[in-house]
């Protein structure tokens, strides 16, 4: 079966340092990755995804993901936080990860990212 | 392009009665899925529907159950509620196809049981 896991109940950042919000995965065969942010009172919104190709994925809002196979690993990246960065971040895996088009997206706890001006 | 729209937003109910929450999906968007938020179990998907059949289930009872219309739109409807089905209810629309669509969510409806 599929699963993300995401180490980090909370991640405390200056703002102007960078940031990572770590994201680990269990998958059979190669795992289509996504990162989602969530404000309050609001849905989920997509920052960026990983299907195949480079391992460095860029997104929205000046975030970027790497890929590490080796390391079962799709971090969440951003060179200079911003305190408008603070939000609760979800990773997630599709489920199948491949094959019917039908799909489901399992996530992660999620991480709450607080950015200190 | 307008994004996924829910409705209602808010919503309080007591135990025993039913509720039915309304997805309408970003223009041209045929999938609709629908997940559960709960801080104690986190997101967790419940089911997926594409030209008005559920493709995909998630391990919920059977109180919880959905639709789709021909234009997409789609339903899910909650019988004899209990106080755990509190929650935020999210549904994601995306263009089925390549298996490597991105699926985009609404705002959610927050039910509260009470």
């Known amino acids: 079966a599929q699963s993300v896991a995401q180490p980090e109940d909370q991640v405390n950042v200056a703002e102007g340092n960078p940031l990572t919000v770590k994201c680990t995965y269990s998958?059979?065969?190669?795992?289509?990755l996504f990162w989602y942010v969530q404000y309050p009172n609001r849905g989920l919104q997509f920052l960026l995804k990983y299907i195949t190709g480079d391992n460095l994925v860029k997104g929205s809002y000046g975030f970027e993901a790497e890929f590490n196979k080796s390391q079962t690993s799709f971090h969440l990246k951003k060179p200079s936080a911003l305190v408008s960065d603070s939000a609760l971040y979800f990773c997630a895996v599709r489920d199948p990860p491949r094959g019917d088009s039908s799909y489901k997206l399992i996530f992660g706890s999620g991480t709450r990212l607080l950015v200190r001006p | 392009k307008a994004g996924v729209t829910q409705t209602p937003r808010y919503l309080i109910k007591t135990r025993g009665q039913q509720v039915t929450l309304s997805c309408s999906p970003i223009s041209g968007h045929r999938s609709v899925s629908w997940y559960q938020q709960t801080p104690g179990q986190g997101l967790q998907f419940l089911f997926e529907?594409?030209?008005?059949?559920?493709?995909n289930k998630g391990n919920f009872p059977g109180r919880f159950s959905g639709r789709q219309f021909s234009n997409s739109r789609s339903e899910m409807n909650v019988s004899t509620l209990e106080l755990g089905d509190s929650a935020l209810y999210l549904c994601?629309?995306?263009?089925?196809?390549?298996?490597?669509?991105?699926?985009?969510f609404g705002p959610g409806t927050r039910l509260l049981v009470l």
């Open positions: 998958v059979s065969g190669n795992p289509y």
């Open positions: 994601a629309s995306s263009l089925p196809g390549t298996g490597q669509e991105t699926q985009y």
């Open positions: 529907y594409f030209s008005e059949t559920q493709r």
